[in-house]
Every structure is written in structure tokens, then in C-alpha cells.
């Protein structure tokens, strides 16, 4: 079992840039979840995904950001522009199904500076 | 929306110290409970979880927890650390049938050797 893989592990870039972060999630699951983490507000879920239908992306913190999944086994997370205050490390996660007992498999994550 | 707590952030202790960690949610109806451990440079891994039955569960690396139903608590603990176990550890609390996994800030515990 591969885990879920997330691209790229480090991106440094300067503000303004468009910033797209990728995910491959476990083969087989179909729930699919973006998280920002940091230190001032810990853990944050962004979005989530079922069956590649956006289904909850009330943490998404502003129209800079957006994501996609146009099929079972990709997903990408948006920025543009992107600001200094979106540094940060984001990952991704996937479970087997939606609202059952399962718990969330995460990613190595992506370690996003914005300069 | 569900909210949860963990107490004393930053942990120090000895090698062959006992470990306890608190956690406490805000939610009235039936939750599945994770404790997530989050080793230095890596992702985060499922330490243990409870959904039903017995409140007292085991997970990897004699890591336990207690769910306290009265208390709203899920408490982890370890009879004795290692330096191995330096990691953040982070409670998460779901409500059943709910897909959104609501984390704690974390505890930062280092074990000096």
C-alpha cells in the first residue's frame, strides 16, 4: 500500500505566485481531505471531497483558494495569488468511505513558504 | 461545531517517565475519538481510536486511552516513554456518521534520553 502521496514536499515561492499542491489518495478510498496546519491554529480542515464531489469547503479561507478532484486517484489544492500568511504545511488525507468508522490516512504533506 | 482541548502544549520528561496527555471535547451526541502522533519531519500516523465497546483502548507503541463518557474526555497515556516517542500528538474528535475530524492544537513532547 503506497499511502496517500502528496507533491511537492517543499515549495518556496514568491508572493503572487499560483501555488498548486497535488495529492494521490489511497486506492480505493473515496473521501479525500485537505488540512493546513500551523502553528498559531493547529490542524484546519479546508475541504473535503466524496466520490470526487466537493462536500464540505467552508474552511476554505478565502477565493485565493481552490481545489479540485476530476477523478478518483488526484486532487489538487489552489493558491492564487499567494500571500506570505499562507505558509504553512498542508495535507492531504483519505478514508475508505464517507461517515463511516474509518480513520483518515494522512500524507507526508506539503511544506509551503510564500515569501 | 465540535471543539477539542488538549492542555500543557510543551511536555519534557525523562526516559522511563510516565505520559499523560488530556483531551476534551465539546459535543453532546456519539463520537469516534483519535489520538494522532506526528514524529518530527513526518505526517501524521493513527496511534489509536475508540468507536464503541470497551472505553479503555490499545494502540501502537503501549500507547492506551481512556474514554470518559461523564468527562467528555479521551485521555492518552504511557506507563514509560522512550526517546522514540518525541512527537506531537494530537486528539481528534468526530461525531458518528460525520466525516469532519475536528483536531486539537496538539501536545509537543520531547523524551530526554
Known amino acids: 500500500d503506497a499511502g496517500v502521496i502528496q507533491s511537492p514536499r517543499h515549495e518556496v515561492t514568491e508572493m503572487g505566485q499560483e501555488v498548486t499542491l497535488r495529492c494521490k489518495p489511497i486506492?480505493?478510498?473515496?473521501?479525500l481531505f485537505w488540512y493546513r496546519q500551523t502553528m498559531m491554529r493547529g490542524l484546519e480542515l479546508l475541504i473535503y471531497?466524496?466520490?470526487?464531489?466537493?462536500?464540505?469547503d467552508s474552511g476554505m479561507p478565502e477565493d485565493r483558494f481552490s481545489a479540485k478532484m476530476p477523478n478518483a486517484s488526484f486532487s489538487t489544492l489552489k493558491i492564487q495569488p499567494s500571500e506570505p500568511r499562507d505558509s504553512a504545511v498542508y495535507f492531504c488525507?483519505?478514508?475508505?468511505?464517507?461517515?463511516?468508522?474509518?480513520?483518515?490516512?494522512f500524507g507526508d504533506g506539503t511544506r509551503l513558504s510564500i515569501l | 461545531a465540535q471543539s477539542v482541548s488538549q492542555h500543557n502544549h510543551h511536555v519534557i520528561l525523562s526516559e522511563a517517565a510516565s505520559l499523560e496527555l488530556g483531551c476534551n471535547y465539546s459535543y453532546g451526541g456519539t463520537v469516534n475519538l483519535f489520538w494522532y502522533v506526528q514524529y518530527p519531519g513526518q505526517h501524521l500516523q493513527l496511534l489509536l481510536k475508540y468507536f464503541s465497546g470497551d472505553p479503555l483502548v490499545k494502540g501502537i507503541k503501549g500507547f492506551e486511552a481512556e474514554f470518559i463518557k461523564s468527562k467528555f474526555s479521551f485521555n492518552l497515556r504511557k506507563p514509560s516513554v522512550q526517546w522514540s516517542d518525541t512527537a506531537e500528538y494530537f486528539c481528534?474528535?468526530?461525531?458518528?456518521?460525520?466525516?469532519?475530524?475536528?483536531f486539537g492544537k496538539g501536545n509537543q513532547v520531547v523524551v530526554i534520553p
Open positions: 481528534a474528535v468526530s461525531p458518528y456518521g460525520n466525516n469532519r475530524l475536528a
Open positions: 486506492s480505493g478510498h473515496n473521501s
Open positions: 471531497f466524496n466520490n470526487n464531489v466537493p462536500i464540505d
Open positions: 488525507a483519505s478514508r475508505p468511505e464517507m461517515g463511516g468508522n474509518q480513520p483518515q490516512h
